[in-house]
């Protein structure tokens, strides 16, 4: 195994997903020493405090545009605002990226934040490169540009200024309706067919999501915001996400109902992936809110994915295989086809992109 867990809880932490500190070993952190100040060994000794403060660190990176070669993704840059997220969901498959920075993939990863704040002035600086070619960059791919810091940052909002002002298409994934406070700029992307928003709804309980994402947005205030989304204009995209087998499955076919209800057009399903240091928090989850059916669960994931707990090779890792993953496809079809909607490939232009000059500014004509 690559991981331990730094405490193993005797009750639930209050207001966050994961449970306790997931330590990789992968890149050597468990063998690391590190300088603790007080209130780690006031930790060791009577476990964490009940609520945890978040912290947010400003990170100054040379670049910002990520670019990948992954076959099996439909876009091929992205910008990731933040890293870590607050919103604390316990199946996020982006909570590995925090060992990177000695954290734990754990409850660092929705306490121990990072944002970029110049994120808007190196995007105009890579867009206007003379060998730079525009195609849609997709926002939201690792952790959530709306997560709760966004309202005092507002890096989400720069960079949507940003592809208004060169004419750059956009993609965002949120599962917060903290999107519509960007609703002007939405519109005026929208009218130029440069964005297309999708937001993820787990489950309809509001109890059992305040477990699994404790601080993300209801699923009600998701599908308003959907909702609102529609009505101006805003091309809008439901995504079932992730379908975790015995515990959030069965809201998949109410889930495309409402959605199709509010005049979303566009729908899909994904999964439940643990890569990495994921699988043994999500673990720990299930035996803090659901050990009775933590085996069932692991047993379903492990069918669906060849074995083991995830699968992470290129094409399969999206598709999942084996009785349970037909059972799922197929409930997802026929609930799209009761409600008359499907999963839309979304024409972003890439026609109108106008660069910057040299120093980042747009040009006067």
């Not at 982006?94 to 934040?113: I, M, N, Q, V």
């Not at 997560?147 to 890096?155: A, D, F, K, L, V």
């Not at 890792?317 to 009761?338: Q, T, Y």
Request: net charge positive.
């Amino acid at each position: 195994m690559f991981w331990h867990m730094e405490r193993r809880p005797e009750s639930e932490v209050s207001g966050r997903g994961a449970q306790s500190g997931a330590v990789p070993q992968r890149f050597g952190l468990a063998a690391r020493e590190v300088d603790r100040d007080w209130r780690h060994h006031m930790e060791s000794l009577d476990g964490p405090p009940v609520k945890l403060r978040t912290t947010v660190i400003e990170e100054r990176p040379r670049s910002i545009l990520t670019f990948n070669t992954s076959p099996d993704i439909g876009f091929d840059r992205s910008i990731n605002a933040y890293r870590g997220c607050e919103h604390g969901c316990i199946y996020c498959f982006a909570r590995p990226t925090h060992a990177y920075h000695d954290l734990s993939p754990g409850l660092d990863f929705e306490t121990r934040l990072f944002a970029k704040p110049e994120a808007a002035r190196l995007l105009r600086e890579t867009l206007a490169k003379p060998a730079y070619r525009p195609r849609p960059i997709a926002m939201g791919t690792n952790t959530d540009p709306y997560q709760p810091i966004e309202r005092r940052y507002r890096i989400t909002r720069q960079i949507l200024e940003v592809c208004l002002d060169t004419r750059h298409p956009v993609t965002i994934t949120t599962k917060s309706d903290r999107v519509c406070d960007d609703m002007d700029l939405l519109v005026e992307l929208a009218a130029l067919d440069l964005v297309a928003v999708g937001i993820s709804v787990t489950t309809l309980d509001a109890g059992l999501s305040a477990k699994l994402e404790p601080r993300a947005a209801s699923p009600a205030k998701r599908l308003a915001a959907l909702g609102k989304l529609v009505e101006a204009g805003v091309p809008a995209h439901c995504a079932v996400a992730p379908v975790i087998p015995a515990i959030t499955d069965s809201f998949m076919e109410e889930i495309v109902a409402q959605a199709a209800g509010l005049g979303v057009r566009s729908v899909g399903w994904i999964p439940l992936r643990l890569p990495n240091e994921v699988a043994p928090l999500f673990r720990e989850w299930l035996s803090v809110h659901f050990p009775e059916r933590g085996d069932k669960v692991m047993s379903i994931v492990r069918s669906i994915r060849g074995g083991r707990d995830n699968d992470p090779r290129f094409f399969t890792r999206m598709k999942p295989s084996g009785v349970w993953a037909d059972l799922f496809r197929a409930r997802f079809r026929v609930a799209a086809a009761r409600a008359g909607i499907g999963k839309q490939r979304f024409a972003l232009d890439s026609s109108r992109f106008r660069p910057p000059t040299a120093n980042g500014q747009l040009r006067l004509l």
